[in-house]
């Protein structure tokens, strides 16, 4: 069974940091890409940020771009999404995902992905 859990969600203020993970099973994780979106109250589901199968190549939407870095560790079956300088517009539950198998490139469209977490809260404010 396919599973994907998040967590290091929370609270933090302006201009703090938060280290999410995403701890995978299930499935042979260096095989996929793993994307993390965020979906806000009220908004469709965002892409923020993928990274490929190796760890080699990696995506980021232009608001997250010098803040936010995600990696991977294959060997620990877990993808890492860390944020830093966090704003107000960053608020949001965070999911992470796994590439559909016919998908050929790390992107950040919803539709390309066939797993998801069941995501994790990021709540940001003074």
């Known amino acids: 069974q396919v599973q994907l859990v998040e967590s290091g969600g929370g609270l933090v203020q302006p201009g703090g940091s938060l280290r999410l993970s995403c701890e995978v099973s299930?499935?042979?994780?260096?095989?996929?890409?793993i994307a993390w979106f965020r979906q806000a109250p009220g908004k469709e589901r965002e892409g923020v940020s993928c990274?490929?199968?190796?760890?080699?190549?990696?995506v980021y939407i232009d608001s997250v771009k010098g803040r936010f870095s995600v990696s991977r560790d294959n060997g620990k079956m877990t993808g890492y999404l860390q944020m830093n300088s966090l704003k107000p517009e960053d608020p949001a539950v965070y999911y992470c995902a796994r590439v559909s198998i016919a998908a050929h490139d790390c992107s950040l469209r919803p539709s390309d992905y066939d797993s998801w977490g069941q995501g994790t809260q990021v709540i940001v404010s003074s």
């Open positions: 990274v490929s199968r190796s760890g080699g190549r990696t």
């Open positions: 299930g499935f042979t994780f260096m095989y996929y890409h």
